[in-house]
């Protein structure tokens, strides 16, 4: 009696080992599978380490979701249906990103935040204290943020829907990021904006393009001071002003066919550029900025361009590019987001010269090309998720320990309740990955 109970026992801490045995395989194989999405084949091969560290198969699985994944590095998560606007502090790895909550949740409409995320980490690092108007529940209702070169001042712009609604069209609200920094002024404009402002280096002066204007405004971010040309109640509709910038000082309006120059201080039209393309074919609707070498990059959806600013010579024009948010890279290329993925192309002539990255599951755009070692900041289409990539593919990791750590901060998250349930259903919810930061706002 007492040789059959050991047998049974023998027989049935086999059968346990070879259940685990069998448990441990078939989480492997989902993770490495193809089928499988990329943040739960992080999530599930890092369980598999957490349960099983010195299992090889856990070493295996990390490295096949490392091999997978693109060269992302973190993911930095808002809280679910957040509307965020977001942008990167220059010559930082440090994000700048306005949250407030979904339209139609249980969170109180006025609760807007303003916070400091530190890509390298993806921990907020500073919730700054902003009164920032409500944003309203209608589809116009949007919020901008752009910083200064020298990062001193933030500048938010709130478009709250019609000038009929309660409260202002437009609101600027300038945030001080430094001790030295403009602010803080809150402005209030009953006209709706053409594009993005285009803030001076030192964060003081903006200047701004307003529906139904065709001559650029300069705003005082110290005193909220507005300076025009013409009286805002006489101007007639322009519809080929389409965006600002700056370029060593002087203004840049692109007008569709043409650019416009002002002198930034009499904001007089000192000449203007014509583009090579066919009359009112628009060159600058969906990007018009600096290529930080001292001239114009110019995009619409089928025509794009690069102009010397100091000389007005048309470098090149290009058909049917297909870029949006364009970035500039420190190599005389430039990046641009494109259907088939992120292209780098040639500063110097407009040609694609290799793609960087794939076509990005969640369509995210470009934000910024970070400093130090040579990554990217993108942005999901529905502003939820903002990523950093070294499309190099290469991880610094020695150990397993430090594979897992990397397959969670792509994640950005912990196995939700359905997934836990599909693979670990017999068990209490745990942490996959205890160090990863909460969701912002």
């Known amino acids: 009696a007492v040789i059959a109970s050991s047998v049974a026992v023998v027989r049935t801490v086999e059968a346990g080992a070879a259940a685990e045995d069998a448990r441990i395989e078939a989480l492997t194989t989902t993770a490495l599978s193809t089928r499988?999405?990329?943040?739960?084949?992080?999530?599930?091969?890092?369980?598999?380490?957490?349960?099983w560290p010195d299992d090889p198969r856990a070493f295996i699985a990390l490295r096949g979701v490392l091999d997978q994944a693109d060269g992302l590095v973190r993911t930095v998560r808002f809280a679910e249906g957040a509307r965020v606007a977001v942008t990167i502090v220059p010559g930082t790895r440090v994000a700048i990103a306005t949250?407030?909550?979904?339209?139609?949740?249980?969170?109180?409409?006025?609760?807007?935040?303003?916070?400091?995320?530190?890509?390298?980490?993806?921990?907020t690092v500073d919730e700054i204290p902003a009164p920032l108007p409500p944003l309203g529940a209608t589809a116009s209702a949007a919020r901008d943020i752009s910083v200064s070169a020298d990062g001193s001042t933030a500048l938010v712009v709130t478009t709250s829907g019609s000038?009929?609604?309660?409260?202002?069209?437009?609101?600027?609200?300038?945030?001080?990021?430094?001790?030295?920094?403009s602010g803080p002024q809150a402005m209030d404009l009953r006209v709706p904006l053409v594009g993005d402002p285009a803030l001076s280096e030192d964060g003081t002066v903006a200047f701004i393009l307003m529906e139904g204007s065709a001559a650029p405004i300069r705003v005082d971010l110290r005193t909220g001071e507005l300076v025009s040309t013409a009286d805002p109640s006489s101007v007639q509709d322009d519809p080929e002003v389409e965006g600002i910038t700056l370029v060593d000082g002087a203004v840049y309006v692109g007008a569709r066919d043409h650019i416009r120059v002002y002198d930034p201080v009499t904001l007089a039209l000192t000449r203007e550029i014509r583009l090579p393309v066919a009359r009112n074919v628009s060159v600058t609707s969906r990007h018009f900025g600096p290529d930080d070498a001292?001239?114009?990059?110019?995009?619409?959806?089928?025509?794009?361009?690069?102009?010397?600013?100091?000389?007005?010579?048309?470098?090149?024009?290009?058909?049917?590019?297909?870029?949006?948010?364009?970035?500039?890279?420190?190599?005389?290329?430039?990046?641009?987001?494109?259907?088939?993925?992120?292209?780098?192309?040639?500063?110097d002539t407009g040609e694609p010269l290799r793609r960087l990255l794939p076509s990005l599951p969640s369509d995210a755009r470009a934000v910024a090309w970070l400093p130090g070692v040579s990554e990217l900041a993108t942005m999901s289409a529905d502003s939820t998720l903002l990523q950093r990539w070294r499309p190099s593919g290469e991880y610094v990791v020695r150990t397993a320990a430090d594979m897992r750590d990397a397959v969670c901060a792509i994640a950005g998250r912990q196995l939700s309740g359905p997934e836990w349930q599909r693979y670990f259903d017999d068990e209490t919810h745990a942490d996959t990955c205890p160090g990863v930061p909460p969701s912002v706002g």
């Open 294 to 347: 001292g001239g114009l990059l110019a995009f619409a959806p089928y025509w794009s361009a690069r102009v010397n600013a100091s000389t007005g010579a048309v470098i090149w024009v290009r058909a049917g590019l297909g870029c949006s948010a364009p970035v500039v890279l420190p190599d005389s290329t430039f990046l641009c987001t494109r259907d088939d993925g992120m292209w780098v192309h040639s500063l």
């Open 163 to 181: 000038a009929e609604a309660d409260g202002c069209c437009v609101r600027l609200d300038v945030v001080p990021l430094r001790a030295d920094g």
């Open 36 to 51: 499988t999405n990329l943040e739960t084949a992080a999530l599930l091969a890092a369980e598999i380490h957490r349960r």
């Open 99 to 123: 949250v407030d909550p979904p339209i139609g949740g249980t969170a109180d409409a006025s609760a807007a935040s303003l916070h400091l995320i530190d890509l390298t980490t993806g921990q």
